[in-house]
């Protein structure tokens, strides 16, 4: 009897409510009041045998294995004796048959391992020793090779655990891609530790990575529905995986950019129709005139002026939101919703707006909050109508054009025969085009590129020679020295 006492005492909180789990009683209390329970129990008539052998299990299995590190190690080949205690045996959890719901993507992590899962909650059952709530128990295994990367020194890599829950017309056999959040009306808990309400609630990835035991290379995550109303609890599903967590700062710099001219053409667009309706319906923080449209240079989130203006890819208006700002506040809560509009703009269809970059950049705009936007990318100070501003000058047109011409004459040019070497008997002044040069003999064959000027044909320096045969391929000197070597020879032959 006191032996059993001492190995009572001597387990821990999580494996005294193991016993008592195992006894369907009551798990709250202290240690010293679970001890006690545990012993009246022991002292009810033909209780008490089956009491013992489960103590004795659960003290073979949880207390043996204590580590003298802090951490407990898994055997493969362990086996228990209690058939009830099976239950609590670690198994790897398999992927649910037919899942083909998926997360929708997080700028937030990247180089993304994936660890378990994913698995819809509802296909987990409820642990059969479990009474009262509807509980899921989820025993996540990690590898050697992921454990490693986790506890490398100065590693990027964080563990995280990420919930998402599908709408409620798909099931599980839908492709569909479910929104990341945690259901309001459950309680996690990893290893025994209690997760965060709050941080749940923001319902982004949560990084568990404190939470795990890397010499037992498993998790065991719980979670429990605490109220009578489903919510997205039977709708939810899970994974864990490995990732590099992003700052929002780097972040930013993947957003992709429209053109100067889809801004262009959706003023034009908004001009137009409300000139075709004038009573069309109006964008939030829009003003629609029959030929002008204002648009404001604040963000709707923070009401600061825009730095990094941007909008959804599907969006119709031409107001923009701070994408810092924007991706801040989704980092905190995943909603990602158009401040603007009201209308789903995941990241991946955020979109930068350089038309309103180079307003924001230009010093004419530097004291306004609000601009007026005309066709063709005119725009005006709405305290300041008077004078006009292009985001799009005019004059590119015309240099477009003037380059166009530039080009069509040099190709002209080219066009035209390269000028060859006169073979009358006169020669032009190269000083003087006018002035013809002394007449040369008839005799004297004219001269070609692959003929030696050296050896026969009389030149002066004012004699007229093709650009292309500046240098004599044979000799390789320039003209000017070919004209002062030949003055001798030309000077016998004039004589």
């Not at 205690?85 to 790897?92: C, E, V």
């Not at 037919?98 to 929708?104: A, K, V």
């Amino acid at each position: 009897m006191s032996d059993f006492i001492g190995k009572v005492k001597g387990l821990r909180v999580k494996d005294l409510k193991d016993v008592l789990r195992l006894l369907n009683a009551r798990l709250s209390g202290k240690k010293a009041e679970l001890v006690e329970r545990i012993l009246e129990l022991h002292r009810l008539p033909n209780n008490d045998d089956n009491v013992e052998q489960i103590v004795e299990d659960v003290y073979d299995k949880y207390k043996r294995e204590t580590p003298r590190y802090g951490f407990a190690i898994q055997r493969s080949d362990e086996t228990t004796t209690h058939p009830h205690l099976q239950q609590l045996t670690p198994q790897k959890q398999k992927k649910s048959f037919g899942l083909r719901n998926d997360f929708e993507e997080t700028p937030f992590i990247e180089d993304e391992i994936l660890v378990w899962g994913p698995v819809a909650l509802s296909s987990i059952p409820t642990p059969q020793f479990h009474h009262g709530a509807d509980e899921k128990v989820l025993r996540v295994p990690i590898n050697h090779e992921q454990t490693q990367l986790l506890l490398r020194a100065k590693s990027p890599f964080r563990l995280f655990l990420r919930c998402a829950y599908r709408p409620k017309e798909k099931t599980e056999a839908d492709s569909v891609t479910c929104r990341e959040m945690f259901p309001a009306n459950a309680l996690w808990n990893i290893n025994g530790l209690d997760l965060s309400r709050s941080i749940l609630k923001q319902g982004r990835p949560y990084d568990i990575t404190s939470f795990a035991r890397f010499g037992v290379q498993l998790l065991e995550i719980k979670a429990q529905r605490i109220s009578r109303h489903e919510m997205t609890y039977p709708r939810s599903i899970v994974k864990v995986v490995i990732g590099i967590p992003v700052a929002v700062d780097a972040v930013l710099h993947k957003i992709p950019s429209l053109t100067v001219f889809d801004t262009i053409s959706l003023v034009d667009s908004k001009v137009s129709s409300s000139n075709d309706s004038p009573d069309g319906d109006d964008d939030d923080l829009c003003v629609v005139a029959a030929d002008k449209l204002k648009v404001s240079l604040k963000c709707p989130l923070t009401f600061l002026r825009l730095r990094h203006p941007a909008r959804g890819r599907n969006c119709t208006h031409v107001n923009c939101f701070d994408a810092l700002y924007y991706l801040k506040a989704n980092e905190r809560k995943l909603l990602w919703h158009c401040p603007v509009c009201g209308e789903t703009v995941p990241f991946s269809q955020l979109v930068r707006d350089p038309f309103m970059e180079a307003i924001l950049k230009n010093p004419a705009a530097s004291d306004t909050s609000e601009v007026t936007l005309f066709k063709g990318g005119e725009w005006v100070d709405s305290s300041n109508p008077e004078q006009k501003h292009f985001v799009v000058e005019k004059k590119v047109e015309t240099t477009q054009s003037t380059t166009l011409s530039a080009t069509q004459q040099q190709q002209k040019e080219m066009d035209q025969p390269l000028p060859s070497f006169p073979n009358s008997s006169e020669s032009v002044d190269l000083n003087n085009p006018k002035k013809k040069a002394k007449t040369v003999p008839e005799d004297v064959e004219p001269f070609t590129s692959s003929f030696d000027p050296l050896s026969s044909v009389p030149m002066t320096s004012g004699d007229a020679f093709p650009t292309w045969a500046m240098s004599s391929p044979q000799t390789n000197h320039t003209y000017p020295q070919m004209c002062t070597m030949m003055q001798p020879q030309q000077q016998q032959q004039q004589q």
